[in-house]
């Protein structure tokens, strides 16, 4: 699914020498590369403040810490999507309530999170899946309105562009309150282990949070509040440094694999491809609105899992995200959610199917994948 030894040639140098660095003056923790990092994604975002932290999933907890939630209050998210969205919303012991997403995006639909708005509602955390923002700007008003936070999920969309109705264009991430990012290998932007980030704009919510981040400590054993230990090491900031730069060129490979995904499937029946709305007209042809975190097709013949095992007997990579809507896992399954409340994830889960995508697809390889995608559809 993904291939991460073609990046690593062609920044190993870099890489190198900045490790040989850092094990000489032995600053593993909070050393300079870590905030060298911290100002160049500021940058890069054009954001107020980075945090970094350990990983995406504590990076969505610590964000929900900084805005003092408390147990009880409805935290509105995606029924699609990876378990760690929901989990951190849990862990704090707060209500998490799940809506249906939209068919064509894949993200939180804007109906069901107006009705799922109660008056215990404080915050909605969109998930920008697959590599595309959720509509922000619907969910921007809806949040005024209401009085709520926005959290995104920015884990899958690092580099993507969000174009409001007036032509202003904003990184995804970077458009609520609070934005938590994951640098998991596979990710966009991926280190050589665990790392994330927290992104706001608000300058006391900042303060907040890099003292979360720190066991809560705002001076060196002064603890006001209760924190975690939540550090990105400086040797995956190294890493990220030295991809940060590519980072537009990395998300420009998947989108060109992309294209050429959806012009080989373009007339093939029973074969949905991705749907980009945002700034563009259907093919990201120029844009950024989608980078392309999978390459997810709908199969809506009911072969989806023939068609899984199909690529398996060729030693095609192919994966399903999701396979099970959050309502339905155990974990999280709960008395007030119907069934019939989730009509779009339910399907979803039957017809989805992710592709091979990374930066280092190349034509050949698309063409075969494509063409034993076709073949099997065709048969
Ligand atoms: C990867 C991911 C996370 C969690 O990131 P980790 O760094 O693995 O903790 C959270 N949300 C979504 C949507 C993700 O894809």
Redesign the pocket.
């Known amino acids: 699914m993904v291939d991460l030894n073609g990046q690593y040639d062609a920044i190993k140098e870099q890489i190198n020498s900045s490790f040989e660095t850092i094990l000489k003056t032995s600053a593993f923790i909070n050393g300079p590369e870590v905030h060298s990092f911290e100002k160049e994604l500021e940058d890069y975002l054009g954001v107020n403040h980075v945090i970094p932290c350990a990983?995406?999933?504590?990076a969505?907890q610590i964000a929900m810490m900084g805005l003092n939630l408390q147990p009880g209050d409805e935290v509105i998210t995606a029924d699609f999507?990876?378990a760690?969205?929901v989990e951190v919303i849990a862990l704090l012991q707060l209500t998490p309530v799940l809506v249906d997403v939209n068919p064509d995006t894949f993200n939180i639909d804007i109906n069901a999170i107006k009705k799922a708005i109660t008056p215990k509602t404080k915050a909605i955390v969109p998930?920008h899946?697959f590599g595309q923002c959720a509509d922000m700007e619907a969910i921007l008003a809806l949040a005024e309105k209401h009085n709520l936070y926005v959290i995104e999920?920015n884990?899958?969309a690092i580099g993507a562009n969000y174009t409001f109705s007036n032509g202003k264009k904003q990184q995804a991430g970077t458009i609520g309150n609070v934005g938590a990012t994951?640098?998991?290998p596979s990710?966009n932007l991926g280190a050589y282990g665990?790392?994330?980030a927290i992104f706001t704009n608000e300058h006391a919510l900042a303060y907040t949070l890099k003292g979360v981040v720190n066991h809560g400590m705002y001076e060196r054993y002064h603890h006001d509040v209760v924190g975690v230990n939540s550090r990105l090491d400086s040797l995956q900031a190294a890493v990220l440094r030295a991809k940060l730069p590519l980072l537009n060129d990395y998300n420009a490979k998947r989108r060109d694999a992309a294209r050429k995904y959806n012009k080989a499937f373009k007339d093939i029946p029973h074969i949905k491809t991705p749907v980009t709305i945002n700034g563009c007209a259907g093919i990201c042809d120029t844009c950024d609105c989608h980078v392309f975190h999978q390459y997810t097709l709908k199969i809506t013949n009911g072969k989806r899992d023939d068609l899984v095992k199909f690529l398996g007997e060729k030693e095609i990579p192919c994966g399903v995200y999701y396979p099970i809507p959050l309502h339905k896992q155990i974990a999280y399954k709960n008395d007030w959610y119907e069934d019939i409340d989730f009509p779009v994830t339910n399907q979803l889960v039957k017809e989805v199917i992710s592709l091979p995508m990374h930066t280092e697809l190349d034509g050949e390889q698309i063409d075969y994948i494509t063409d034993a995608v076709i073949g099997f559809m065709k048969e």
């Open positions: 990983n995406g999933t504590d969505l999507t990876f760690a969205t998930v899946l999920d884990a899958q994951s640098f998991f990710k665990d790392g994330g």
